[in-house]
């Protein structure tokens, strides 16, 4: 089969490998969509150390069955799907209590890291398990399936948030998954969603999917900003996109005494805390990591039209063209959001 390898680190070169066994309980994926994840942007030049070469990445994808294992009963061949990004085992206690998310043998597909190494979807074919994989509505187009797994991780952010009916909200970081978070906020009950971002085109985009506001920490104090557009009192809930230390301290800074915050970015691995500011004002601060059961909501929400990806994909282009369209990414060419690459 034709894969997308990464040979060295920023070197991406596209090779025959052999397609993957199946075992019985595997689904053998002839791979449609995929989409690059910024995780994959930095892991490409070694910086995350989560992508050590050699390695097929890719782990936002979609397409069909092309066989399945001899245990697998209830999905054949031609069948359009999409799968989850984590392989969990399934039999594990986090398994058992439905935060499949935290397995004890988690692999993310397309990941290699030390521990292990898991080729992921920028091929002509994946092997999964059947656990992880989910039938696309027919009205979901390949582009949008692949669009799933950012999507689970936004729903899975959301379901840890405690997000009430007129709710404010302020989402700090509008990239790809902050415009989901801000789209999820709103069908979630949000009176008032406030986005932020250092660039005005992403502000722009972010009113366009439902923002109320959208306030560039370049031009203006955004903590004093969002108290004089709540009468003082400052956001219900914060969701941070970035990971990193001004990012945090901005959402943390808006929120009201008793608000809360997630966390979704995750780019540095250690952040300066404003702890007594979160400590005295009795903030909630949670982590949220990947999804954990999301897929089937996620795809209804597609299949209604509940949220819009379309906005968020700039480009989709034949897996050939992947090396090219990695360097532009790299590059942090202006206005590149979601690109999908198709084997
Ligand atoms: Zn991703
Ligand atoms: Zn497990």
Redesign the pocket.
Same mark, same amino acid.
Request: glycine letters at 18%; a negative charge.
């Given at each position: 089969m034709k894969a997308l390898l990464l040979t060295e680190y920023r070197r991406l070169e596209m090779t025959e490998m052999p397609a993957p066994e199946i075992g019985p309980d595997d689904v053998l994926v002839r791979v449609r969509a995929c $989409?690059i994840? $910024? @995780?994959?942007i930095h892991g490409f030049d070694g910086s995350s150390g989560r992508r050590i070469p050699p390695l097929v990445m890719g782990?936002?994808a979609s397409g069909m069955v092309a066989e399945v294992g001899s245990a697998v009963k209830d999905l054949r061949a031609g069948d359009r799907i999409t799968f989850d @990004?984590m392989v969990y085992c399934g039999t594990c206690r986090y398994c058992r209590d439905g935060e499949s998310n935290l397995c004890d043998q988690r692999r993310v597909l397309g990941v290699s890291c030390g521990d292990y190494r898991r080729h992921g979807a920028f091929a002509e074919y994946l092997a999964v398990p059947r656990r992880i994989v989910y039938r696309l509505p027919d009205s979901v187009s390949f582009e949008q399936a692949a669009m799933v797994?950012?999507l689970s991780?936004v729903f899975h952010a959301l379901r840890l948030t405690p997000v009430r009916l007129g709710d404010t909200a302020v989402v700090v970081g509008s990239g790809m998954i902050g415009l989901l978070v801000v789209q999820a906020l709103r069908r979630a009950g949000c009176g008032r969603v406030i986005a932020v971002d250092l660039e005005d085109s992403k502000l722009e985009l972010a009113r366009r999917l439902g923002a109320n506001d959208g306030l560039n920490p370049k031009r203006c104090d955004v903590p004093a900003e969002v108290g004089a557009l709540t009468g003082g009192r400052g956001a219900d809930v914060a969701v941070e996109a970035v990971g990193a230390t001004a990012p945090i301290q901005t959402a943390a800074a808006c929120l009201r005494k008793g608000g809360a915050l997630t966390l979704v970015g995750n780019l540095s691995p250690k952040v300066e805390f404003p702890l007594q500011w979160i400590v005295t004002r009795e903030i909630r601060v949670t982590g949220s990591c990947g999804s954990a059961g999301e897929y089937p909501a996620c795809l209804e929400a597609l299949e209604r039209g509940m949220i819009d990806v379309a906005p968020l994909i700039s480009a989709t282009a034949p897996l050939e063209e992947g090396a090219a369209w990695f360097d532009r990414l790299y590059q942090g060419e202006k206005g590149l959001m979601k690109v999908i690459l198709k084997p």
């Open positions: $989409g994840c $910024g @995780s994959d782990h936002e @990004s797994e950012p991780v």
